[in-house]
């Protein structure tokens, strides 16, 4: 890739060269860690356990980041593309219910040829694609056919958040046009007859604290610009300071109160949507994967 405009940011470096854009990656791919993980919603973790291959580098780094030390430092293990098709094909063999492709967005241009190698040597579990929902449609539209559910953030409505938290002013209006995209792809969320996910589109929200009407806003919108009984939501409250930026701004250096999380699950209810909610015990250090330990 001579010119990337992989995703939104349009760095245009030359990262065949090895020159380096926002998101802090080459072409190769680096993955952190790929294994089954059983920490996502439950009709995606199932009994067997989601295939989650967590990319490292990433588009948004944002300042809360949970996975920092693969986002920021872009920390993992170099694959050629037969070595990521093999992994996923193990994965799958180990009773996967689907190939998680978290953060896959600097590689999505090269992700779809992958992928088609993949199911040509015998992937059948869906694919899923777990993203920032900082999203070039150009990107998306290469994806087409090949992924099965996407399940992508909307973090933020107001532009001055998005500037302060993930460097990306512009983030409400090119998430939604990615969102559009996707639910155009993969339509409603479908389950098979044991619960598990099979195709459709899954919208995560995190609650940020002292951000509740910033919550409203993405929800509002989210519902103006799909009907909200077509978009299965995730409402997410494992919010924790632990991995905040030493200078976040002060309100990100304490945890989410159940206040706040119970009046935007009340608004988001009232709004029609339908979905996953977290319990207070999810804000916990220890609910994300350490990537040290994680076998390769
Ligand atoms: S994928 Fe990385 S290098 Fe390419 S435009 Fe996005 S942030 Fe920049």
Redesign the pocket.
Known sequence: ?QK??????????D?ERGE??????TNEYIIGSADLHFWEEPCISGTHGSGAIFFS?C?LRCVFCQNRDISREVAGKKYSEDELVAKMLELEARGAHNINLVTA??Y?FFIAKTLEKAKKQGLSVPVLYNCGGYESLEALRALDGLVDIYLPDFKYFNDDLARTYSNAPNYARVAGEALCEMYRQVGKLTLDEKGIAERGLIVRHLVLPACREDSKAVLKYISEILPASEVTLSLMRQYTPDFASENVPKNLKRRLTSFEYEDVLSYALSLGFDGFSQDKESAKKDFTPNFDKNIF
């Open positions: 890739m990337c405009l992989a995703c939104p940011r349009g760095c245009s470096v990262r380096i854009g926002f998101c802090g990656v580098g588009n967005t600097p999505s």
